[in-house]
């Protein structure tokens, strides 16, 4: 599981919508404005009904590889999220199948299987159909500080290794990550 931010943008811009609920004007530039608008978005960001709007504001675009158990997880979070996939109806008989092609450890025989599907040209259905759910696949994943939140509040204690790995990952990558637990931070 590999989950890397790409960009962020929009904070300033979150900042600037925000204070003009409360009939003000806070530029990024103003120290003062700066500071006052971030511990309201961190006041504000923990609560949700509205409250935390703003987030939605602040795009992240992520590229990850993960498997095919964790992306069917994934995908439950569908607002807020646009996704681009490395496509195995396009790609997956352009080359052999490795280890490296899998979270885990593949036995040697089905590996060989797979790739004799691959090699005697198989309907790409059949070859989909025995994939293993290890297999990786990397996407490009549109999505905003709201919806991350929503993921780590659900996901950041998951049983599942790959969601705790992603959490950590936002954790350690995000700019403002203090913004997705808010006041519970």
């Keep these: 599981m590999i989950a890397s931010v790409i960009r962020e943008a929009g904070f300033k811009e979150a900042m600037l919508g925000l204070s003009l609920s409360y009939g003000q004007t806070w530029e990024p530039d103003d120290g003062m404005g700066w500071l006052k608008g971030y511990e309201l978005m961190l006041k504000l960001s923990g609560r949700d009904k509205g409250h935390n709007k703003f987030l939605e504001s602040i795009v992240v675009w992520l590229d990850m590889t993960a498997p095919r158990y964790f992306w069917s997880e994934f995908d439950t979070y569908r607002a807020g999220v646009t996704k ?102």
């Design 84 to 185: 681009q996939s490395h496509s195995t109806v396009h790609t997956i008989k352009r080359h052999s199948l490795t280890q490296h092609d899998f979270v885990a450890r593949v036995k040697e025989e089905y590996l060989d299987y797979l790739n004799a599907l691959i090699e005697d040209d198989a309907p790409i259905e059949k070859i989909k159909a025995a994939l293993p759910e290890g297999f990786l696949q990397r996407r490009i994943v549109c999505t905003n500080y709201k919806a991350l939140r929503t993921i780590y509040t659900q996901r950041r204690k998951h049983k599942l290794l790959e969601w705790r790995m992603f959490c950590k990952d936002l954790d350690e990558q995000l700019e403002y990550s203090s913004l997705l637990l808010g006041g519970d931070a």
